[in-house]
């Protein structure tokens, strides 16, 4: 891991960094003893840069966490595929003409996917290699389909919160079911982009018994402010 930039917001560290070829962004706190860290992923659409993703990692860091994000395969500012690039085109098509869509999503986020996962990882290892920063580890995200994989895969999240507010392949909403770490779902009523029955099949479908749905009226971008801080609470009760 190679830092290419810093600065100091405040109390909060932020460092550019690459790790081969995965670009990324760790804030950290002033703190003497180790912090738990956050994996905070954008959905596969944004790059790490996101205001919005950004403004939630400085609050989140400066509540005591290491808070870090990547540009994974496909994602961000990382090339895409042929293949992601055509399904793009074929997805901003059919939702013009007001066609099903589902079909075109299944065919390039799962690989996304599949191939954010080993970046997530690797990054990961990194991370917790650097000294002032210790475990547990949290996911929070509106990179569902993202956390529920890597909550499955990855036995070193403690718990994540998930933002119903993206397209959830089939294979991760079957595997909702092994996702047993403790768990904040945030759910849009009225998303223009997700079904909320969809949404609470999924939250109903979780296999841990210690989740906790929070919905608010309002559209995809709509979710107030406070649940950022609802957010950091529920890190608090798990990771410290």
Same mark, same amino acid.
């Given at each position: 891991?190679?830092?290419?930039?810093?600065?100091?917001?405040? *109390?909060?560290?932020? %460092?550019?960094?690459?790790?081969?070829?995965?670009?990324?962004?760790?804030?950290?706190?002033?703190?003497?003893?180790?912090? /738990?860290?956050?994996?905070?992923?954008?959905? *596969?659409?944004?790059?790490?840069?996101?205001?919005?993703?950004?403004?939630?990692?400085?609050?989140?860091?400066?509540?005591?966490? #290491?808070?870090?994000?990547?540009?994974?395969?496909?994602?961000?500012?990382?090339?895409?595929? @042929?293949?992601?690039?055509?399904?793009?085109?074929?997805?901003?098509? #059919?939702?013009?003409?007001?066609? +099903?869509?589902?079909?075109?999503?299944? =065919?390039?986020?799962?690989?996304?996917?599949?191939? #954010?996962?080993? !970046?997530?990882?690797?990054?990961? !290892?990194?991370?917790?290699?650097? $000294?002032?920063?210790?475990? $547990?580890?949290?996911? =929070?995200?509106?990179?569902?389909?993202?956390?529920?994989?890597?909550?499955?895969?990855? +036995? %070193?999240?403690?718990?994540?919160?998930?933002? @119903?507010?993206?397209?959830? +392949?089939?294979?991760?909403?079957?595997?909702?079911?092994?996702?047993?770490? /403790?768990?904040?779902?945030?759910?849009?009523? !009225?998303?223009?982009?997700? /079904? %909320?029955?969809?949404?609470?099949?999924?939250?109903? #479908?979780?296999?841990?018994?210690?989740?906790?749905?929070?919905? *608010?009226?309002?559209?995809?971008?709509?979710? +107030?402010?406070?649940?950022?801080?609802?957010?950091?609470?529920?890190? !608090?009760?798990?990771?410290?």
């Amino acid at each position: 891991m190679q830092f290419t930039s810093e600065r100091l917001d405040g *109390n909060v560290l932020e %460092r550019e960094f690459t790790l081969g070829e995965i670009p990324g962004t760790l804030w950290t706190p002033e703190s003497a003893a180790p912090v /738990p860290l956050v994996l905070m992923a954008h959905n *596969n659409g944004l790059p790490k840069s996101d205001p919005r993703l950004v403004a939630r990692a400085r609050y989140t860091a400066a509540r005591g966490y #290491a808070v870090a994000t990547i540009d994974a395969a496909g994602c961000g500012e990382r090339p895409r595929s @042929a293949a992601d690039e055509q399904a793009r085109t074929e997805l901003r098509r #059919a939702m013009q003409a007001g066609e +099903p869509v589902d079909e075109i999503f299944e =065919s390039f986020i799962g690989p996304l996917v599949e191939n #954010a996962v080993p !970046d997530w990882r690797t990054t990961l !290892d990194a991370l917790l290699a650097l $000294p002032g920063i210790g475990g $547990p580890v949290g996911y =929070s995200g509106g990179w569902t389909a993202l956390g529920i994989r890597l909550a499955v895969v990855e +036995p %070193r999240i403690k718990a994540a919160g998930f933002f @119903a507010g993206g397209y959830v +392949p089939r294979a991760q909403r079957e595997e909702a079911g092994q996702v047993t770490i /403790p768990l904040l779902f945030l759910l849009q009523w !009225d998303d223009e982009g997700n /079904p %909320r029955e969809r949404a609470l099949e999924l939250f109903d #479908a979780f296999g841990t018994k210690e989740k906790t749905l929070h919905a *608010n009226l309002g559209g995809h971008t709509g979710t +107030p402010w406070f649940e950022l801080e609802d957010g950091c609470r529920f890190l !608090d009760r798990h990771l410290k």
